[in-house]
Nanobody, 121 residues
Framework: QLQASGGGLVQVGGSLRLSCAASGRTLNNYAMGWFRQAPGKERRFVAVITGTGAGTDYADSVKGRFTISRDNAKSTVYLQMNTLKPEDTAIYYC????????????????WGQGTQVTVSS
């Protein structure tokens, strides 16, 4: 089970850190991804990190502003979001997949419940 948290309301230019904690298992062999879904839009890839944390990938829209990281000892993945923009407003979901990283949501096996991020202008 994955539990996402850390969302909230923030002003343009502000920061938030999302967390995704796993219960009942370790995440060492799982790539972990963050996706987001804005109202009326499809779910989109945001960032992914490999099981060891050595490799990351970001959507162009967040590159340079968001940082994904993980602490396998805590079975937790983080998404540090800086310089937030109104277009970052969405429900953010974390997900896990066995093996290598992927940008495709369909490759992921387990999903968290989502946490709302709202950026006000």
């Amino acid at each position: 089970q994955l539990q996402a948290s850390g969302g909230g309301l923030v002003q343009v230019g502000g920061s938030l850190r999302l967390s995704c904690a796993a219960s009942g298992r370790t995440l060492n062999n799982y790539a972990m991804g963050w996706f987001r879904q804005a109202p009326g839009k499809e779910r989109r890839f945001v960032a992914v990190i490999t099981g060891t944390g050595a490799g990351t990938d970001y959507a162009d829209s967040v590159k340079g502003r968001f940082t994904i990281s993980r602490d396998n000892a805590k079975s937790t993945v983080y998404l540090q979001m800086n310089t937030l923009k109104p277009e970052d407003t969405a429900i953010y979901y974390c997900a896990s997949k066995w093996g290598g990283r992927s940008r495709l949501g369909g490759d992921y096996d387990y999903w968290g419940q989502g946490t709302q991020v709202t950026v006000s202008s």
